[in-house]
Structure formats: structure tokens, C-alpha cells
């Protein structure tokens, strides 16, 4: 069982920075960490994944060169550096773990979700 804990969201203006945080209650250096959102009224959407040794990151086309992800594993903690934010990326954001790519990135099958923190950026 791998519990997740995020932090670090708040409110900023449009073109301000947030650096999210992801703390594992365990290893996960044999699963893929991402990170997801879910804006009011809408599905949740994948965001930004990062590979058990963090040397591959795949990304939302909308967010690419905005947000880097990047992890950890001696501390066992992700992060997402996110800038330039938009109104648009406002939403509910979670840490997902998962150690099939294809299963839990491609098909959005995750194994552990933590209980999101929030960001919401105005105009």
C-alpha cells in the first residue's frame, strides 16, 4: 500500500509560479510517478508523468515548456514545477503512482491517487 500526500498549491495570478510536491509513504522507485488534474465540471485530465529513474518525462501538449516534473526517490517525493500559469490550469491536482507505463499513463489505470491539492490561478 502506497499512501500519497501532495502540497504545495494556492492561488497566484495568471503568469505566476507554484512548485507542487508529492511525499510517498513508501518506495516507489519501481513505479511511474504523474501528476493529474480536474477542473470544476470537467474529467481529469494527465498533466505530467516521470520514469522510475526520472530520465523520461512525457507531458500534456498544453503544458510542455511551462511544467517540468522531476522526482526524488531517496526522499520519495515528486515534484511538479509549474510557471507561466494560466486560468486554464486551474483544478484539483493529484499525485498518481503506477508501475505499468502503458496501463496507468496510456490508459489511465493508476494503482495509488492522493487526495489533490488545489491550484487556481486568475486572470
Known amino acids: 500500500q502506497v499512501q500519497l500526500a501532495e502540497s504545495g498549491g494556492g492561488s497566484v495570478q495568471a503568469g505566476g509560479s507554484l512548485t507542487l510536491t508529492c511525499a510517498a509513504s513508501?518506495?516507489?522507485?519501481?513505479?511511474?510517478m504523474a501528476w493529474y488534474r480536474q477542473a470544476p465540471g470537467k474529467e481529469r485530465e494527465k498533466v505530467a508523468c516521470v520514469s522510475t529513474t526520472g530520465g523520461s518525462t512525457y507531458y500534456r501538449e498544453s503544458v510542455k515548456g511551462r511544467f517540468v516534473i522531476s522526482r526524488e526517490n531517496i526522499k520519495k517525493t515528486v515534484y511538479l514545477e509549474m510557471s507561466s500559469l494560466k486560468p486554464e490550469d486551474t483544478g484539483m491536482y493529484y499525485c498518481?503512482?503506477?508501475?505499468?507505463?502503458?496501463?496507468?499513463?496510456?490508459?489511465?489505470?493508476?494503482?495509488?491517487w492522493g487526495q489533490g491539492t488545489q491550484v487556481t490561478v486568475s486572470s
Open positions: 513508501t518506495d516507489t522507485y519501481l513505479r511511474f
Open positions: 498518481a503512482a503506477f508501475r505499468d507505463f502503458f496501463t496507468g499513463w496510456v490508459s489511465g489505470s493508476v494503482d495509488y
